[in-house]
């Protein structure tokens, strides 16, 4: 292991309690400051701090522990902060960083700027979300910060270096660190952190006045134990952050005081629906726990993980499998079930981020939904007008097919919104649905670039409009024509060549009229739907990855059952037949308005090919894959006219280009295509998906024709479509390993 370099020179920690303790003990245990100096008003625990070596050395006072530490520490209860900056103050030198580890920022930034005068670009405030019941020095733990997250607040003229090195000092004490704002952080601790406390100590309270206390106590079941645990905190600390966040946790109590009427109103009036609703959401939400930060209902964290694919060369694929649910239908029949009237129940929705983000979403705009359970949900639909407004914004993940959908969806709604992405979805255009909505009379800002997040204000009426796509997309026609069940009039929508028309066959499904003259779909405004039963078939994009592995892995002989066959997708199936794949289409059948059939694939000697660009299309979101398809072949293989590839969840194009790259593989790329000359062999390399799912699987298939071991990085995104894919790729053959992956 290399030796860690120090982060800084003197690390002064004022309070040796808990965290105090416990940080000074991880900085020194790992390396982090040439010296930590300890200051404490209790000289015993001072004294012991030094004799148990959690500190080098015992400050005699605040000013001697200051002077001339590059890092300052306050560890002190939240209302002893102001008298301890003061005695801070005159010996902090100019180059030093001050943080805390308090509860409330709101209080200890108002102290810093009583007693500074100002807030200085190096005071970095801080919150570990960390503790434990025990308090003391003797209960510093230098493992406490391992997995948890440290909230930085810093200012807005906060001098970056200084903010760089105090992360990666919480980092060495293996701490996940965040930022925020200091008014967003308090609204936050007081939801998640303050209110809980509050309500344990005051049910204990209220408990320990019953008559039947002791029984109370005594027949108490686990739950009951493991909640009120927190009223065995401190109540010193816990008073003293109570009144110092005090208007956050007034908002909250205020809120929660609220709901909770609401449900005893529920129970009163015997009013199942509202139970229901409220259960399933904070089940659901429960479920999500891990990824709850910002006070979201649904916050995936895979831009937090890293997992890496390490696959081994060779093998063959046999078997029989189905692949997860189509994501495309499962999207939309959250969206369509929640607007109808009654309640719809789907099978096989596919359980994977991006449709469980869409699934939470509607759940935070008041629509109750079961499950999901084995790819089972039932939705009770609140009708065309019947969606809330969300408490905040609506956060979708890695989907873009759920943003533009829901930007749609929500224009002509009488609430404002606001739809976010994580840092992929964050960076992908949204100009493309933005523009014909404006036309249409949404009023939608967004980011710079026109990407997101997307603010929709409510209010606005809407008017059926004609829009003429100049690229095929079916995520804008279905933004539009979902914005014209809301418009007045008719909306039409006409696509340069053929998409997927998921949206119009299931808004058929739910009753809705959906006009179609050849390549123009319209709808007219004011209708309404009605629930119905939906069967997800297979998505013919995740059995793409088979369909090739089969097709490239010498003896192979897999068949893959359910697979959707909707018209507007098989375009992955054409491509590969026309490169001499061997597929067979078994027992076609229509379950609910969507053609299915098994498909039977066996290896075949594959030829490069040009790719009809009536094709591009219908096989969008299968292109990765089927570049490997085009290096195993024999010949060149010519893609034109796939423009869309390059504003994906990455430029695709680009990024398998460069993969190729990495493996030997040379390529051409062109504006809206690629050059790839079949029989080059693919050796071993590292692979860099840049967060895109399809990227990573398509490079694991490729390991079944490479000569060498590929790694394949940044994978933790494949489970928005393809939960489950690992363990599936393994079992059909290839020889995957997913390290870092839950």
């Known amino acids: 292991m290399p030796e860690v370099q120090p982060l800084f020179q003197r690390v002064a920690v004022i309070g040796l309690g808990l965290i105090g303790g416990s940080l000074a003990r991880a900085i ?7 010296t930590v100096v300890g200051a404490d008003k209790r000289g015993d625990e001072l004294a012991l701090g030094r004799e148990l070596g959690i500190i080098d050395e015992a400050a005699g006072s605040v000013a001697e522990a200051v002077a001339g530490s590059d890092l300052v520490v306050l560890a002190v209860p939240v209302r002893a902060a102001k008298s301890v900056l003061e005695e801070i103050r005159p010996h902090l030198g100019n180059n030093a960083v001050l943080t805390d580890v308090g509860s409330t920022k709101t209080s ?15 005071v970095i405030p801080g919150h570990p979300i960390a503790g434990s019941e ?11 910060f391992v997995n948890h997250k440290v909230i930085l607040t810093p200012p807005e003229n906060v001098s970056q270096p200084d903010l760089d090195k105090l992360k990666a000092l919480w980092e060495g004490c293996g701490a996940t660190v965040l930022t925020m704002s200091v008014a967003y952080h308090d609204e936050v601790l007081a939801a998640t952190s303050h209110l809980p406390h509050l309500i344990a100590f005051s049910l204990v309270d209220t408990l320990a006045g019953e ?11 686990g739950g009951f134990r493991d909640f009120t645990r927190i009223a065995a905190s401190d109540p010193v600390m816990w008073h003293d952050i109570f009144l110092s966040n005090r208007d956050a946790v007034l908002r909250v109590i205020d809120h929660f005081t609220h709901d909770l009427d609401q449900l005893r109103t529920a129970i009163a009036d015997q009013d199942s629906t509202t139970l229901l609703r409220v259960f399933s959401r904070a089940k659901a939400a429960r479920e999500h726990f891990s990824k709850m930060l910002s006070g979201q209902a649904y916050v995936t964290n895979n831009s937090q993980k890293k997992v890496t694919f390490r696959l081994q060369p060779g093998g063959r694929i046999s078997g029989e499998i189905r692949v997860p649910g189509d994501k495309s239908i499962s999207h939309r029949s959250i969206m369509l079930g929640a607007l109808a009237d009654g309640i719809t129940e789907v099978k096989g929705f596919l359980e994977g981020e991006d449709s469980l983000a869409t699934l939470q979403a509607f759940r935070d705009m008041g629509v109750t939904i079961e499950g999901p359970d084995e790819g089972f949900v039932r939705i009770h639909g609140v009708g065309i007008n019947g969606l809330q407004a ?11 097919t759920a943003m533009r959908l829901f930007s749609g969806l929500l ?10 992405g994580d840092d992929s979805l964050s960076k992908r255009p949204m100009g493309r649905v933005a523009d014909p909505l404006r036309a249409m009379g949404a009023v939608i800002d967004t980011a710079e670039g026109g990407r997101p997040p997307l603010k929709i204000r409510g209010g606005q009426v809407l008017t059926g409009i004609h829009y003429e796509m100049p690229v095929a997309s079916a995520q804008v026609k279905s933004c539009l024509l979902l914005a014209g069940l809301y418009a007045e009039g008719v909306t ?14 299931m808004l058929e499904g739910f009753g809705y009229h959906v006009h179609r003259d050849m390549a123009t779909a319209s709808v007219t405004g004011g209708g309404r739907l009605t629930a119905t039963a939906i069967d997800v078939p297979a998505d013919i994009s995740s059995a793409a990855f088979f369909l090739v592995a089969a097709s490239i892995a010498p003896g192979s002989d897999l068949t893959i059952r359910h697979v959707g066959m909707n018209p507007t997708r098989v375009g992955v199936i054409n491509i590969l037949r026309l490169m001499g794949a061997n597929i067979e289409v078994l027992e076609e059948r229509v379950i609910g308005g969507e053609p299915v059939a098994d498909l039977r694939v066996r290896s075949a000697d594959l030829k490069g090919i040009d790719i009809p660009e009536d094709q591009v299309p219908l096989a969008i979101d299968e292109f990765p894959v089927l570049f490997i398809a085009a290096v195993c072949a024999q010949g060149r293989t010519v893609l034109r006219g796939a423009e869309e590839l390059r504003v994906k969840e990455s430029d695709r194009i680009q990024v398998m280009a460069d993969g190729l790259g990495a493996l030997g593989v040379e390529t051409t790329v062109t504006p809206d295509g690629i050059v790839i000359d079949g029989g080059q062999v693919m050796g071993s390399g590292t692979v860099n998906s840049h967060g895109d799912h399809r990227i990573a699987m398509a490079f694991s298939v490729a390991s079944l024709r490479a000569e060498g071991n590929i790694e394949v990085t940044d994978c933790a995104n494949v489970a928005t479509s393809f939960p489950g894919f690992v363990d599936l790729a393994r079992r059909t053959g290839i020889n995957i390993l997913a390290e870092g992956a839950d």
């Open 134 to 144: 025990k308090s003391g020095i003797r209960a510093a733990n230098p493992a406490l």
């Open 28 to 34: 020194r245990e790992n390396g982090l400051a040439v």
């Open 492 to 505: 039409s929508v006409t696509e340069p060549a053929p998409t997927r028309d998921h949206t119009e066959r």
């Open 390 to 400: 969300p408490r905040g914004p609506l956060y979708l993940g890695n989907s873009g």
């Open 211 to 221: 008559d039947e206390n002791l029984d109370i106590f005594r027949y108490a079941a």
């Open 411 to 420: 224009a002509a709604q009488p609430f404002d919104s606001e739809l976010t």
């Open 108 to 122: 200890f930034i108002n102290d810093v700027r009583e007693v500074f005068g100002e807030l200085p670009a190096r």
